[in-house]
């Protein structure tokens, strides 16, 4: 456990050193994108290329991040793999189907009606999937509440075993009646399964329906030890502590992902500003110099080259920009979850939350700079 501890350690360490290293490529990145927007106004460069460069060096960069990160943070999932679901595994199950549609559907009506801008539709038709995250959210939650609760349970249970000797289900049986908080319904089930019988299959179900990946491995190694004749009372004592130790290490590791998640979020809004500030600003030169379509030969002259901002549609140019911002949401939101360890569907709520920064910003910044600096 000692080693494990280091090594799990160790892992955070280097996650928190890549933090600090995306951090700085993506103000980096900021940059490059200013002036990818701005050099086709001084150069000869087209601006099409320009963009789409810019496109390419951020999913570059976000999958080498997601890549790196997969890679180096500890394979410790928060909830088990198990074909036995508990009720709340369930019920995401079955709500992945309705919300998809739901999804979907919004977004072919909007795309025929076109209520709003094409982000503010794709944003709108996202929301629903807001549901999936928030009940992935609920069930680490009380998973999480059922690992708090587990090493006081598994100590209890190798100490009385010790001290009564024989078969454990009266163990379990007495202890069914205290209060284990969200664990509590999950004993009485073990024992009601024990007293038919199977003891293999009723410690399977139960740590199937408790959801948690821990949870599932450390009842294994104490079924395992207390029927091979082992000291009930020390295995117990040994497994709760080590099951402490790795919920101490879980604490820090979520730590470590808010710290992340902050990041990300500020990164978000840092990025769509001052990419859409100059947007805006290319938009308004851009209508300074070729007003109702024809060079305006008073601006042109001034300007060192053949501007040729006009080479794609402004309109086009804000989607491109907005549908990068929508695959650097997407991403941020993979990598917060890999970092904590939880149900991937909670990436679905920051993602959503994530696209409408982004889309907020794509609608208001334009608006804003048209406000404070008509030109």
Known sequence: MNEYERMYKRSLYYIEAANNMYLNMIITLAFVAAFALIFPMLTEMNINSAIYGMIF??????????????????????????????????????????????????????????????????????????????????????????????????????????????????????????NYGALTEDIKALYRRLTLGDVNRSWRFFAGETGSNLIDKFSRIFIESAYSGGDTAEIGETLGNSFARMIALRKFRRQLASSLKGMLYSAMVGISISIFIIVALVDSLGRGLFGGGSISLEGIEFMPVKFTAVQLEMSTIVVLVWVLLLLHAAISAVIIKIVDGGHMYNSLVHYVTMLWIGTGITVLVPRLFEQVIPL
């Open 57 to 178: 060096l951020f999913l570059m960069v976000d999958i080498a991040m997601l890549l790196f990160i997969r890679r180096i943070t500890p394979k410790d999932d928060l909830l088990h793999n198990l074909k036995i679901k508990s009720k709340d595994m369930l019920m995401l199950d079955k709500a992945l189907l309705p919300v998809v549609l739901l999804s979907f559907l919004i977004f072919m009506v909007l795309l025929f009606t076109r209520p709003f801008s094409t982000p503010v539709n794709i944003a709108i038709s996202q929301t629903p999937l807001l549901i999936l995250g928030v009940l992935a959210g609920r069930l680490e939650a009380r998973v999480m509440r059922k690992d708090d609760n587990f090493p006081t349970f598994i100590r209890t249970v190798g100490a009385s075993a010790g001290v009564r000797g024989g078969s454990l289900t009266p163990v379990i049986g007495a202890l069914r009646l205290h």
